[in-house]
């Protein structure tokens, strides 16, 4: 028997029916082991000496089990992996654990195939080689990095900066790239300018031609600057009579781009189909293991011979001879770091248009288009350009039109672009030098420069990329960490750098510039791509790497968490301490300044949850806000103060500013009351203020116990509560205006409770798992939405609505959850064992007979029955 190990069971399922009878394939599931999550896992001392830790899971253990149980019986064991690093890499550690468990067959061989056909895998088992030693050093050196990296650091995050969580080696670069850019636009200063635009007709056809020329000067974007010159121009041109001076005709040529990398793939993805990176590699890695595409992690353009020659027959197929060129076209990448080991990522047989269905068959449809267009006829355009002038020769308009003359590769495809332009190429009447167009209408626009935009997946991938940071495969984890710390969030499929996540960079930025800096990063992965050539040692890398980075991490553990915060309160003071409009010192404390109290002045400062901005005059002044601009979140010292008097009560209510955020407080009868001001209320005032401090509000009785219900706010959000059973409500608003019979119906919602708690309904199912069989389901959660396929629950990140999230998504959140092994529940010490009191002594006797048997207890009188 011969045994063959590959990576999934899908994977395998699709290789066993391509093989013999004499073969056998088992999945790994992944890499089955790791460095343990604990210091010493790298021991720099001993030669960057690694530990390694198979997975504590159940199932990793049992496919172990079954993988070391079927080498022993096996003649030969065939490694048969992804071909790229990760793929040599699990060979490497699925041959180092059965020669460590006495398992290993006699014979070893490592076979690779581009993808998963009859006709690649049979060629690959006859084309067997050994595994390729470099490329597994390069794997090494990366995880020793980044395990060097992430086990040294976060330990002084944790010690120096409350709140951080973690670092990673290209994780935060990616952060840094975020949080720049939220630095631009912050610092953006927007100019006002104007367009005038002429609204034309010709021979029925209406167009728009814009002033390019006013007073003789030619227009640029800014040169219209103010309303009073903007009206003075759209005058001139409404008193003008215009008239065609130009008509400019140019052809345009339009090539294909090439096959997909797997950084276009995901950019792509993102732009026509919404999709996360993670999405998008979850759909590539079925379509892969099903035989339909070739393998989805490569950086590499160019298709082999046979897959171009299937292409071209496939365009002459399905259109005239006129869409395939005479010649094949050939590509070469432009990424920096580009390996180009394996091919692009292409359809295995190019008749196949569609297949599969959900994010596959939409993913699989963009794959399949791209191929084509890239083997297709460049598209042919024509551009017209048309001037007109006044009759002064002063003013000038200008109109521009686009039309497709041979669409070629449009026929298929066209890419896609995150940020466009204004789009102002429609379509033109035919005119000729010296007509007239009608003027219909003239407009005058105000607009304002617009700061550079947020980054989104697609753009964010394509600048790393660019700057040679990390691997295309690496993007998808690498975005899902930023968001499960909470550095980040997305909004409008764009990313928001969270305080948090702005505060760890600062922090980088300031004590470890060098392993934030981009070219630093790119130089790593340089050096990694010379080691998986051969040439270079991967310990001579980390060594030169760790020399460096260990004196570094230990300057900055020794100093006190008083002295960081202190440097990074001055590296921070243009965000956190803005000019004031009043010219005041922005440091200066506002509730000092409303008391009458002396040099109060702000700062930042650390503490058990994170850092926040306090006054020096602490204990005495009070004042706190969050880590943050002043005004962010609602959170505006310029707003605290005296909002005015409870209706009833008539006591004082003050609005202030607090480390959480913004809350009211009122103070009767020498009793505090406090209410945090919600986030969902756009228009703040006294009443709502007054209602937030009467709360909880009672609805009234229930209709079956009598009991009240009551509305009210808590830490998770609104809710009502009855007779010990609760319900959620959607918001603020809810809370003043859910009456009586919504509220019943509600909490009957709720009524089925175990330990008070709602049997859920799933907010949505997904269909079975590929490898547990369990339906996947999406839930509601205690402690929020989770995805389960009945044996692991895996939380959603918060970034992610429930409703939205896809079976890919879910899938990988589970397989996450579950390689991580089960939750270690938490024990309770036991109270130790009352000591016996000591036995009265009597006098021993010894005795040759049995025990005597124990005398019964007489039972107790049973109590009478009640009549």
Same mark, same amino acid.
């Given at each position: 028997?011969?045994?063959?190990?590959?990576?999934?069971?899908?994977?395998?399922?699709?290789?066993?029916?391509?093989?013999?009878?004499?073969?056998?394939?088992?999945?790994?599931?992944?890499?089955?082991?790791?460095?343990?999550?604990?210091?010493?896992?790298?021991?720099?001392?001993?030669?960057?000496?690694?530990?390694?830790?198979?997975?504590?899971?159940?199932?990793?253990?049992?496919?172990?089990?079954?993988?070391?149980?079927?080498?022993?019986?096996?003649?030969?064991?065939?490694?048969?992996?992804?071909?790229?690093?990760?793929?040599?890499?699990?060979?490497?550690?699925?041959?180092?654990?059965?020669?460590?468990?006495?398992?290993?067959?006699?014979?070893?061989?490592?076979?690779?195939?581009?993808?998963?056909?009859?006709?690649?895998?049979?060629?690959?088992?006859?084309?067997?080689?050994?595994?390729?030693?470099?490329?597994?050093?390069?794997?090494?050196?990366?995880?020793?990095?980044?395990?060097?990296?992430?086990?040294?650091?976060?330990?002084?995050?944790?010690?120096?900066?409350?709140?951080?969580?973690?670092?990673?080696?290209?994780?935060?670069?990616?952060?840094?790239?975020?949080?720049?850019?939220?630095?631009?636009?912050?610092?953006?200063?927007?100019?006002?300018?104007?367009?005038?635009?002429?609204?034309?007709?010709?021979?029925?056809?209406?167009?728009?031609?814009?002033?390019?020329?006013?007073?003789?000067?030619?227009?640029?974007?800014?040169?219209?600057?103010?309303?009073?010159?903007?009206?003075?121009?759209?005058?001139?041109?409404?008193?003008?009579?215009?008239?065609?001076?130009?008509?400019?005709?140019?052809?345009?040529?339009?090539?294909?781009?090439?096959?997909?990398?797997?950084?276009?793939?995901?950019?792509?993805?993102?732009?026509?189909?919404?999709?996360?990176?993670?999405?998008?590699?979850?759909?590539?890695?079925?379509?892969?293991?099903?035989?339909?595409?070739?393998?989805?992690?490569?950086?590499?353009?160019?298709?082999?011979?046979?897959?171009?020659?299937?292409?071209?027959?496939?365009?002459?197929?399905?259109?005239?001879?006129?869409?395939?060129?005479?010649?094949?076209?050939?590509?070469?990448?432009?990424?920096?770091?580009?390996?180009?080991?394996?091919?692009?990522?292409?359809?295995?047989?190019?008749?196949?248009?569609?297949?599969?269905?959900?994010?596959?068959?939409?993913?699989?449809?963009?794959?399949?288009?791209?191929?084509?267009?890239?083997?297709?006829?460049?598209?042919?355009?024509?551009?017209?350009?048309?001037?007109?002038?006044?009759?002064?020769?002063?003013?000038?308009?200008?109109?521009?039109?686009?039309?497709?003359?041979?669409?070629?590769?449009?026929?298929?495809?066209?890419?896609?672009?995150?940020?466009?332009?204004?789009?102002?190429?429609?379509?033109?009447?035919?005119?000729?030098?010296?007509?007239?167009?009608?003027?219909?209408?003239?407009?005058?626009?105000?607009?304002?420069?617009?700061?550079?935009?947020?980054?989104?997946?697609?753009?964010?991938?394509?600048?790393?990329?660019?700057?040679?940071?990390?691997?295309?495969?690496?993007?998808?984890?690498?975005?899902?960490?930023?968001?499960?710390?909470?550095?980040?969030?997305?909004?409008?499929?764009?990313?928001?750098?969270?305080?948090?996540?702005?505060?760890?960079?600062?922090?980088?930025?300031?004590?470890?510039?060098?392993?934030?800096?981009?070219?630093?990063?790119?130089?790593?992965?340089?050096?990694?791509?010379?080691?998986?050539?051969?040439?270079?040692?991967?310990?001579?890398?980390?060594?030169?790497?760790?020399?460096?980075?260990?004196?570094?991490?230990?300057?900055?553990?020794?100093?006190?968490?008083?002295?960081?915060?202190?440097?990074?309160?001055?590296?921070?003071?243009?965000?956190?301490?803005?000019?004031?409009?009043?010219?005041?010192?922005?440091?200066?404390?506002?509730?000092?300044?409303?008391?009458?109290?002396?040099?109060?002045?702000?700062?930042?400062?650390?503490?058990?949850?994170?850092?926040?901005?306090?006054?020096?005059?602490?204990?005495?002044?009070?004042?706190?806000?969050?880590?943050?601009?002043?005004?962010?979140?609602?959170?505006?010292?310029?707003?605290?103060?005296?909002?005015?008097?409870?209706?009833?009560?008539?006591?004082?209510?003050?609005?202030?500013?607090?480390?959480?955020?913004?809350?009211?407080?009122?103070?009767?009868?020498?009793?505090?009351?406090?209410?945090?001001?919600?986030?969902?209320?756009?228009?703040?005032?006294?009443?709502?203020?007054?209602?937030?401090?009467?709360?909880?509000?009672?609805? =009234?009785? +229930? *209709?079956?116990? /009598?009991?009240? !219900?009551?509305?009210?706010?808590? %830490? $998770? #959000? @609104? &809710?009502?509560?009855?007779?010990?059973?609760?319900?959620?409500?959607?918001?603020?608003?809810?809370?003043?205006?859910?009456?009586?019979?919504?509220?019943?119906?509600?909490?009957?919602?709720?009524?089925?409770?175990?330990?008070?708690?709602?049997?859920?309904?799933?907010?949505?199912?997904? =269909?079975? +798992? *590929?490898?547990? /069989?369990?339906? !996947?389901?999406?839930?509601?959660? %205690? $402690? #929020? @939405? &989770?995805?389960?396929?009945?044996?692991?629950?895996?939380?959603?990140?918060?970034?992610?609505?429930?409703?939205?999230?896809?079976?890919?998504?879910?899938?990988?959140?589970?397989?996450?959850?579950?390689?991580?092994?089960?939750?270690?529940?938490?024990?309770?010490?036991?109270?130790?064992?009352?000591?016996?009191?000591?036995?009265?002594?009597?006098?021993?006797?010894?005795?040759?007979?049995?025990?005597?048997?124990?005398?019964?207890?007489?039972?107790?009188?049973?109590?009478?029955?009640?009549?």
């Amino acid at each position: 028997m011969q045994l063959v190990i590959v990576e999934s069971p899908a994977k395998a399922k699709t290789i066993e029916k391509y093989l013999g009878g004499d073969f056998k394939v088992l999945a790994s599931y992944g890499h089955i082991r790791d460095l343990p999550p604990k210091d010493g896992s790298v021991r720099p001392d001993d030669e960057f000496a690694m530990d390694w830790e198979v997975y504590s899971d159940k199932r990793n253990r049992e496919q172990v089990k079954a993988i070391s149980d079927a080498a022993k019986d096996a003649s030969r064991l065939v490694l048969a992996t992804d071909p790229d690093r990760e793929g040599e890499a699990i060979s490497w550690h699925v041959l180092d654990v059965l020669k460590k468990r006495k398992a290993l067959p006699t014979k070893v061989d490592r076979v690779t195939f581009n993808s998963i056909t009859k006709k690649a895998v049979t060629e690959a088992m006859q084309k067997p080689r050994e595994l390729d030693q470099p490329l597994i050093d390069a794997y090494l050196g990366r995880r020793a990095l980044d395990y060097l990296f992430g086990f040294t650091l976060s330990p002084v995050l944790w010690r120096k900066l409350p709140g951080a969580k973690s670092a990673g080696r290209v994780q935060s670069v990616a952060l840094r790239l975020i949080v720049e850019r939220e630095r631009e636009i912050e610092a953006f200063k927007p100019d006002e300018y104007w367009s005038v635009l002429a609204k034309l007709e010709h021979t029925g056809t209406e167009f728009d031609a814009r002033l390019v020329r006013f007073k003789g000067e030619k227009l640029e974007k800014l040169s219209l600057g103010k309303e009073g010159i903007a009206m003075e121009a759209k005058a001139a041109v409404q008193a003008g009579r215009f008239t065609v001076e130009d008509v400019e005709k140019k052809p345009l040529k339009r090539n294909p781009a090439p096959p997909f990398t797997t950084s276009t793939m995901q950019q792509e993805a993102a732009r026509k189909l919404g999709f996360s990176a993670s999405q998008t590699m979850s759909a590539a890695q079925r379509l892969y293991e099903a035989g339909a595409i070739t393998y989805m992690r490569t950086d590499g353009v160019q298709m082999d011979g046979s897959a171009i020659a299937a292409c071209r027959h496939e365009i002459g197929d399905r259109y005239d001879a006129a869409y395939c060129p005479e010649k094949p076209r050939f590509y070469a990448t432009k990424a920096k770091n580009a390996q180009e080991a394996h091919e692009a990522i292409r359809p295995t047989n190019f008749a196949k248009d569609r297949i599969g269905s959900g994010d596959e068959g939409k993913l699989y449809s963009l794959i399949w288009k791209r191929a084509m267009a890239s083997q297709m006829s460049t598209a042919q355009l024509e551009r017209t350009t048309v001037t007109l002038r006044d009759a002064t020769g002063q003013h000038e308009l200008r109109a521009t039109g686009q039309v497709v003359v041979f669409p070629g590769f449009f026929a298929v495809y066209q890419e896609g672009f995150d940020d466009k332009e204004e789009d102002e190429d429609g379509l033109l009447p035919a005119l000729k030098a010296g007509d007239v167009p009608a003027k219909k209408d003239v407009e005058a626009t105000q607009h304002f420069t617009q700061p550079p935009p947020r980054f989104s997946e697609a753009s964010l991938v394509k600048r790393l990329e660019e700057l040679g940071i990390g691997r295309p495969s690496t993007y998808a984890s690498t975005i899902q960490t930023l968001r499960d710390r909470a550095y980040v969030r997305v909004e409008s499929k764009r990313f928001f750098a969270e305080e948090s996540g702005r505060l760890l960079t600062s922090f980088l930025e300031r004590f470890f510039p060098t392993y934030v800096a981009y070219d630093f990063t790119a130089g790593l992965e340089d050096e990694l791509d010379v080691v998986s050539d051969g040439r270079e040692d991967y310990k001579a890398l980390l060594a030169k790497f760790w020399q460096d980075f260990k004196p570094k991490a230990d300057e900055v553990m020794e100093k006190l968490p008083s002295e960081v915060t202190e440097a990074l309160d001055e590296y921070l003071s243009d965000y956190l301490f803005p000019p004031r409009e009043d010219g005041k010192d922005p440091r200066h404390c506002p509730l000092c300044e409303q008391e009458g109290r002396e040099n109060g002045r702000l700062s930042l400062r650390g503490g058990k949850f994170g850092a926040f901005i306090a006054c020096q005059n602490y204990p005495e002044c009070k004042y706190t806000r969050r880590f943050a601009q002043p005004g962010a979140d609602g959170a505006d010292p310029a707003e605290d103060g005296l909002m005015g008097t409870h209706p009833e009560t008539g006591a004082e209510i003050h609005r202030k500013s607090g480390r959480f955020g913004p809350y009211v407080e009122m103070e009767h009868e020498e009793k505090k009351t406090r209410a945090s001001i919600p986030k969902d209320l756009d228009d703040f005032n006294l009443e709502w203020a007054v209602k937030l401090l009467d709360l909880p509000r009672i609805i =009234g009785p +229930h *209709p079956e116990t /009598g009991k009240d !219900i009551e509305a009210a706010i808590g %830490r $998770y #959000g @609104p &809710y009502l509560r009855h007779d010990g059973k609760y319900a959620n409500m959607k918001n603020t608003n809810d809370v003043f205006e859910t009456g009586m019979n919504q509220a019943v119906v509600l909490l009957a919602e709720a009524a089925n409770r175990k330990g008070g708690r709602a049997k859920a309904e799933p907010i949505k199912t997904l =269909g079975e +798992h *590929p490898t547990s /069989g369990g339906e !996947i389901k999406v839930m509601p959660g %205690r $402690y #929020g @939405p &989770y995805v389960t396929d009945g044996t692991t629950n895996a939380t959603i990140p918060k970034d992610i609505k429930p409703e939205d999230i896809e079976a890919a998504k879910a899938i990988e959140l589970i397989d996450a959850r579950a390689a991580k092994g089960p939750a270690k529940k938490k024990t309770r010490k036991k109270a130790p064992a009352k000591k016996k009191a000591p036995a009265k002594k009597t006098a021993a006797k010894k005795t040759t007979a049995k025990k005597a048997p124990a005398k019964k207890a007489p039972a107790k009188k049973k109590a009478p029955a009640k009549e």
